[in-house]
């Protein structure tokens, strides 16, 4: 067997002291999470952010930080989470959501860490945001098919 992490992308968005998060059915019951999800194949990871981000919450995000790498495992599966910020750009009230998706919230930091999360990595990822923790995007290099 060829062990691989799961790779996915999370956006951590603040507006007015809230963050956007969206609350999901999940195979543990509801939970919270930033709009995240898995890299799809030939997207880059800035792709994946945006589109997941859109899928989840129906907003457009421009990412322009990356806030940092997460690694997390949950009983035989191990995720490799890389985690953006940037701007929101525009909202569509009438898309619909991803399956499994309720609602998209905007909570305080406080009322984060008092929902049930998807994982430890959605405080995290609030905790370091709010510390300033920022990383320029070209940290990042991806090397598109033929490259």
């Not at 603040?14 to 195979?27: A, P, Q, Y």
């Not at 919270?32 to 457009?60: C, D, K, M, V």
Request: hydrophobic content about 35%; some cysteine.
């Amino acid at each position: 067997m060829i062990w691989k992490p799961n790779v996915t992308v999370a956006t951590v968005l603040e507006m007015d002291g809230k963050f956007l998060l969206v609350e999901e059915s999940t195979s543990d019951g509801i939970r919270y999470n930033q709009p995240a999800g898995h890299l799809e194949e030939g997207e880059s990871l800035f792709q994946a952010a945006i589109r997941e981000t859109l899928e989840e919450s129906a907003y457009t995000f421009e990412p322009d930080a990356l806030v940092g790498i997460y690694q997390w495992r949950k009983q035989d599966t191990t995720y490799l989470r890389f985690a953006f910020t940037g701007r929101i750009s525009g909202h569509d009230d009438n898309r619909k959501l991803d399956e499994g998706i309720i609602a998209a919230h905007w909570l305080h930091p406080d009322e984060v860490a008092s929902r049930e999360l998807r994982s430890p990595m959605v405080k995290r990822c609030v905790e370091d945001y709010l510390s300033g923790i920022r990383y320029p995007l070209d940290i990042i290099t991806h090397f598109g098919e033929g490259t």
